[in-house]
């Protein structure tokens, strides 16, 4: 994204009430910046939207620690990870 395409910012947005994806761009490296209230009406519901980003000054850190964490020796012989990955 931010070497190929050049981007400065790149988005992740959900369900402010889906925790598993919020968490999931927490653990990846997007800030949370806020909600958007009543964004969308979603299956007859108002539904609330959480927003977060990365931006491009952010990205080597973000790139190391995940290449780390890709890192074959983090994972064992049936693939599974040694060490989560997590923000720093």
Known sequence: MFETLRYSRYKWKCDALNRASCRAAERLGFRFEGIFRQAVVY??????????????????????????????????????????????
Do not use: V
């Not at 609330?48 to 850190?61: I, K, Y």
């Open 43 to 88: 299956k007859g519901r108002n539904r609330d939207t959480a927003w977060f980003a990365m931006l491009d000054s952010e990205w080597p850190q973000i790139k190391r620690r995940m290449q780390r964490w890709l890192d074959e020796e983090n994972f064992d012989e049936h693939g599974r990870q040694r060490r989560a990955i997590t923000r720093d």
